[in-house]
C-alpha cells in the first residue's frame, strides 16, 4: 500500500520583549533559578495580569508579515491542566478569538533535485504565556522547579496540515524562524528555547481524503532533529498500521540518542483544558491606528525584497529567495553590490550562495559573524572583472581573507602582492608557456588536430598548471587554438 503522510505544525516563538507578558518581570535568559518569578506570574491571590503592549505589537507585526487578519477584539482564556511547573493550574492563552487569524508562509526547498516553492496556509496565531521549567539533574532523585520563564510572551503559530514530507517539515520551520527573526520579535535561539517546533504527523492510505490519527511530537529544537523525528514518525506508524495495529492520539518526544520517539502523555483535545475567558483581562482591543503605527515601523519584507532583487538586480527567483533566506544574508549582498556595482550583482550573489555560504556552514557561524566583510568582498570582485585574478585564484583569496580576519578594505590587494597571485595577462608570457605546453603534449595536440575538440582541455590544463594558476584562462585558451589552427 502507498501511503501519503499529513503534516501540521505549531511553533512557540518567544518574544522579544524586555518584561514578561502579564508582569514587570524580566524575560533575561540564564538567571538563577527563580530569581524572575514575581507574584503575578505565580497568580498568587490579590494580584492581576496587565497586558503586556510591546508583546501585542510583535504579534501584529507578525501578523501584517503574513498577510493575515489582525483580529479588532482578541480574548484572553484560562487553558487548565495540572503539571508541576503551572504553578496556578492554568495557562493564560487566547482560544476563540486569536488575535492574528489566517494568513500564509511560502518558503523553497529542494525536492527529486529540484528547487520548488510551497506555500503553507496558517491557522492562526496568538498570544499566550510560557510555563515555568522542571529540572531533573542534581537533585538526589527528586525534581526541581524553576519558574523564571513562567509568564514570558510566546506567539503560538499554527499552520494548515498541509505538509506532506520531513524536507517541507523543515523547510517551513526554516522559513518560519528567518521571518521572525528578519521582523525582530524573535531572537531565534533555539538553544534556548526561543523558537520551539511541534510536529503533528499522521499517515494515510494515498487517495484517502480522511485524516488519519495524529501524534505530536514535542519541544523540537534544531532542524535536524526535525528531520529526523519527522521520519522516524512516519515509519512507526506505517509499520504499526501494516502490522494490524492502531496509531494512538498522543504527544510523544523524540530521543535523537535512541533514534525513536516515545509516549510522553495522551493526547488532550480543545476540551480536555476546559477553556473559558479569563476574569481578569478585558478584551484585547486592537484600532485601526494601532495597526497602521506598526505597520509605518515595518522593515521591508522578504517577499517585497526578493522581487526587487528581480527587478533591480535581475536575479534569478531561485537567488533572490535564497539570499532572502535571512535578514542578515540579504543585507550582507545589498552592501556588497553597492561597492562593486549592480552589474557585479550576480557574481555576487554566486558567490554568497556558494563559498560564503559553505564557510559559515562549515564553521556553523552566522553571516553577522563573517570575518570577510562586504566592502572586502566587493574589492575581491573588482580584482576578477579587472582581469587581476582569475576565479580560481579568488577562492584561495578569499580563505586567506577569511583567516586574515582584517577590517582593512584593501586586504585583498595586500594578499595579492604579498603570494604574487596576479593573473598572467601579459600576451608574451602566455605565449612561452603555450609554446612549451604544445611541445610537451604531442599526444593531446594530435588528437586535437584529428578533431577531438575536447583534447584542448588537457593542454588547457596543463598550461594553468606551468602558470601555477595565474595564467588569463580566456586569453590561454585563445592563443592554444590560434597556435593549434597554425599547425
Given at each position: 500500500?502507498?501511503?501519503?503522510?499529513?503534516?501540521?505544525?505549531?511553533?512557540?516563538?518567544?518574544?522579544?520583549?524586555?518584561?514578561?507578558?502579564?508582569?514587570?518581570?524580566?524575560?533575561?535568559?540564564?538567571?538563577?533559578?527563580?530569581?524572575?518569578?514575581?507574584?503575578?506570574?505565580?497568580?498568587?491571590?490579590?494580584?492581576?495580569?496587565?497586558?503586556?503592549?510591546?508583546?501585542?505589537?510583535?504579534?501584529?507585526?507578525?501578523?501584517?508579515?503574513?498577510?493575515?487578519?489582525?483580529?479588532?477584539?482578541?480574548?484572553?482564556a484560562r487553558k487548565n491542566y495540572f503539571y508541576?511547573?503551572?504553578?496556578?493550574?492554568?495557562?493564560?492563552?487566547?482560544?476563540?478569538?486569536?488575535?492574528?487569524?489566517?494568513?500564509?508562509?511560502?518558503?523553497?526547498?529542494?525536492?527529486?533535485?529540484?528547487?520548488?516553492?510551497?506555500?503553507?496556509?496558517?491557522?492562526?496565531?496568538?498570544?499566550?504565556?510560557?510555563?515555568?521549567?522542571?529540572?531533573?539533574?542534581?537533585?538526589?532523585?527528586?525534581?526541581?522547579?524553576?519558574?523564571?520563564?513562567?509568564?514570558?510572551?510566546?506567539?503560538?503559530?499554527?499552520?494548515?496540515?498541509?505538509?506532506?514530507?520531513?524536507?517541507?517539515?523543515?523547510?517551513?520551520?526554516?522559513?518560519?524562524?528567518?521571518?521572525?527573526?528578519?521582523?525582530?520579535?524573535?531572537?531565534?535561539?533555539?538553544?534556548?528555547?526561543?523558537?520551539?517546533?511541534?510536529?503533528?504527523?499522521?499517515?494515510?492510505?494515498?487517495?484517502?481524503?480522511?485524516?488519519?490519527?495524529?501524534?505530536?511530537?514535542k519541544n523540537l529544537n534544531s532542524f535536524r532533529?526535525?528531520?529526523?523525528?519527522?521520519?522516524?514518525?512516519?515509519?512507526?506508524?506505517?509499520?504499526?498500521?501494516?502490522?494490524?495495529?492502531?496509531?494512538?492520539?498522543?504527544?510523544?518526544?523524540?530521543?535523537?540518542?535512541?533514534?525513536?520517539?516515545?509516549?510522553?502523555?495522551?493526547?488532550?483535545?480543545?476540551?480536555?483544558?476546559?477553556?473559558?475567558?479569563?476574569?481578569?483581562?478585558?478584551?484585547?482591543?486592537?484600532?485601526?491606528?494601532?495597526?497602521?503605527?506598526?505597520?509605518?515601523?515595518?522593515?521591508?519584507?522578504?517577499?517585497?525584497?526578493?522581487?526587487?532583487?528581480?527587478?533591480?538586480?535581475?536575479?534569478?527567483?531561485?537567488?533572490?529567495?535564497?539570499?532572502?533566506?535571512?535578514?542578515?544574508?540579504?543585507?550582507?549582498?545589498?552592501?556588497?553590490?553597492?561597492?562593486?556595482?549592480?552589474?557585479?550583482?550576480?557574481?555576487?550573489?554566486?558567490?554568497?550562495?556558494?563559498?560564503?555560504?559553505?564557510?559559515?556552514?562549515?564553521?556553523?557561524?552566522?553571516?553577522?559573524?563573517?570575518?570577510?566583510?562586504?566592502?572586502?568582498?566587493?574589492?575581491?570582485?573588482?580584482?576578477?572583472?579587472?582581469?587581476?585574478?582569475?576565479?580560481?585564484?579568488?577562492?584561495?583569496?578569499?580563505?586567506?581573507?577569511?583567516?586574515?580576519?582584517?577590517?582593512?578594505?584593501?586586504?585583498?590587494?595586500?594578499?595579492?602582492?604579498?603570494?604574487?597571485?596576479?593573473?598572467?595577462?601579459?600576451?608574451?608570457?602566455?605565449?612561452?608557456?603555450?609554446?612549451?605546453?604544445?611541445?610537451?603534449?604531442?599526444?593531446?595536440?594530435?588528437?586535437?588536430?584529428?578533431?577531438?575538440?575536447?583534447?584542448?582541455?588537457?593542454?588547457?590544463?596543463?598550461?594553468?598548471?606551468?602558470?601555477?594558476?595565474?595564467?588569463?584562462?580566456?586569453?590561454?585558451?585563445?592563443?592554444?587554438?590560434?597556435?593549434?589552427?597554425?599547425?
Amino acid at each position: 500500500m502507498e501511503w501519503e503522510v499529513v503534516i501540521g505544525i505549531e511553533n512557540h516563538v518567544q518574544l522579544t520583549t524586555e518584561s514578561k507578558i502579564f508582569s514587570g518581570s524580566p524575560t533575561a535568559f540564564g538567571a538563577e533559578a527563580n530569581t524572575q518569578a514575581s507574584p503575578v506570574d505565580l497568580a498568587l491571590p490579590g494580584v492581576l495580569p496587565v497586558m503586556n503592549k510591546k508583546a501585542v505589537d510583535r504579534a501584529i507585526r507578525f501578523g501584517l508579515a503574513v498577510g493575515a487578519k489582525i483580529a479588532p477584539q482578541s480574548i484572553f482564556a484560562r487553558k487548565n491542566y495540572f503539571y508541576p511547573d503551572l504553578p496556578k493550574g492554568y495557562q493564560i492563552s487566547q482560544f476563540e478569538d486569536p488575535v492574528v487569524q489566517g494568513g500564509s508562509l511560502t518558503f523553497g526547498y529542494e525536492k527529486d533535485g529540484k528547487f520548488v516553492t510551497k506555500t503553507v496556509n496558517l491557522t492562526r496565531a496568538h498570544l499566550e504565556e510560557d510555563a515555568g521549567k522542571s529540572l531533573h539533574e542534581d537533585y538526589h532523585g527528586m525534581s526541581g522547579i524553576d519558574l523564571n520563564r513562567a509568564g514570558t510572551p510566546l506567539l503560538e503559530i499554527v499552520s494548515e496540515p498541509e505538509m506532506s514530507s520531513a524536507a517541507e517539515a523543515v523547510a517551513y520551520c526554516k522559513a518560519l524562524h528567518g521571518l521572525v527573526m528578519w521582523l525582530g520579535i524573535c531572537d531565534g535561539n533555539m538553544q534556548e528555547g526561543s523558537f520551539r517546533c511541534d510536529i503533528n504527523v499522521s499517515v494515510r492510505p494515498k487517495g484517502q481524503k480522511e485524516f488519519g490519527t495524529r501524534c505530536e511530537i514535542k519541544n523540537l529544537n534544531s532542524f535536524r532533529f526535525i528531520e529526523e523525528a519527522v521520519n522516524i514518525e512516519v515509519r512507526r506508524q506505517i509499520e504499526l498500521i501494516e502490522d494490524g495495529g492502531q496509531v494512538v492520539q498522543a504527544t510523544r518526544l523524540y530521543d535523537p540518542d535512541k533514534k525513536e520517539t516515545r509516549q510522553m502523555r495522551s493526547k488532550e483535545d480543545a476540551q480536555d483544558y476546559r477553556y473559558f475567558p479569563d476574569p481578569d483581562l478585558p478584551p484585547l482591543m486592537i484600532s485601526e491606528q494601532w495597526i497602521a503605527d506598526v505597520k509605518a515601523d515595518m522593515p521591508e519584507l522578504p517577499a517585497v525584497m526578493r522581487e526587487r532583487f528581480v527587478n533591480e538586480y535581475g536575479l534569478p527567483e531561485y537567488d533572490s529567495l535564497i539570499l532572502t533566506a535571512s535578514k542578515g544574508m540579504a543585507l550582507y549582498f545589498e552592501a556588497v553590490v553597492a561597492k562593486a556595482g549592480k552589474e557585479n550583482a550576480k557574481a555576487a550573489a554566486n558567490w554568497l550562495m556558494g563559498d560564503v555560504s559553505s564557510t559559515l556552514n562549515r564553521e556553523n557561524a552566522e553571516i553577522s559573524a563573517s570575518p570577510v566583510k562586504p566592502a572586502q568582498l566587493a574589492n575581491m570582485l573588482k580584482r576578477i572583472v579587472d582581469g587581476t585574478i582569475s576565479n580560481k585564484i579568488a577562492k584561495e583569496i578569499f580563505a586567506d581573507m577569511w583567516a586574515e580576519n582584517s577590517d582593512d578594505e584593501n586586504l585583498v590587494d595586500v594578499i595579492i602582492d604579498k603570494k604574487g597571485l596576479k593573473q598572467i595577462s601579459d600576451t608574451g608570457a602566455l605565449e612561452a608557456i603555450v609554446v612549451e605546453v604544445l611541445a610537451n603534449n604531442a599526444k593531446s595536440v594530435e588528437q586535437y588536430r584529428a578533431g577531438k575538440e575536447a583534447a584542448i582541455n588537457a593542454l588547457i590544463g596543463q598550461a594553468m598548471k606551468a602558470s601555477k594558476g595565474k595564467a588569463n584562462p580566456a586569453q590561454l585558451t585563445e592563443l592554444l587554438k590560434k597556435k593549434l589552427a597554425e599547425g
